[in-house]
Nanobody
Framework: QEQLIESGGGLVQAGGSLRLSCRAS????????MAWFRQAPGKEREFVAC????????YYGDSIKGRFTLSGNNAKNTMYLQMNSLEPEDAAVYYC????????????????????WGQGTQVSVSS
């Protein structure tokens, strides 16, 4: 059973930074896609960012553009989400998700297109 292991969540003041990591238990996803989603209480799961390993391209959700940066190390089956200028609205549980197969750009954002999910890590932002 493939696993996605998240780390790096916590409590930070508004304007601060956090770095999330997601490590896959094997290289199963090395030709697919890995992504971050987030979900705040009472809200739908929201696309944050993803990386397509085939061409190492990255894509971002509109609400975090310019503040978050996604990077990856395919050799370590790990991706990182550097979150800067955090706002109270960024507070949520952040989930790592992955898909084994390649995906066209139009399919990257819907959460139902991802087959594997981590347990989630809490990000809290105080104002």
């Amino acid at each position: 059973q493939e696993q996605l292991i998240e780390s790096g969540g916590g409590l930070v003041q508004a304007g601060g930074s956090l770095r999330l990591s997601c490590r896959a238990s094997s290289d199963t996803f090395s030709r697919g896609v890995m992504a971050w989603f987030r979900q705040a209480p009472g809200k739908e799961r929201e696309f944050v960012a993803c990386i397509r390993w085939s061409d190492r391209s990255t894509y971002y959700g509109d609400s975090i553009k310019g503040r978050f940066t996604l990077s990856g190390n395919n050799a370590k089956n790990t991706m990182y989400l550097q979150m800067n200028s955090l706002e109270p609205e960024d507070a949520a549980v952040y989930y790592c998700a992955a898909r084994i197969n390649r995906m066209v750009v139009t399919g990257l954002r819907p959460p139902e297109n991802y087959n594997y999910w981590g347990q989630g890590t809490q990000v809290s932002v105080s104002s």
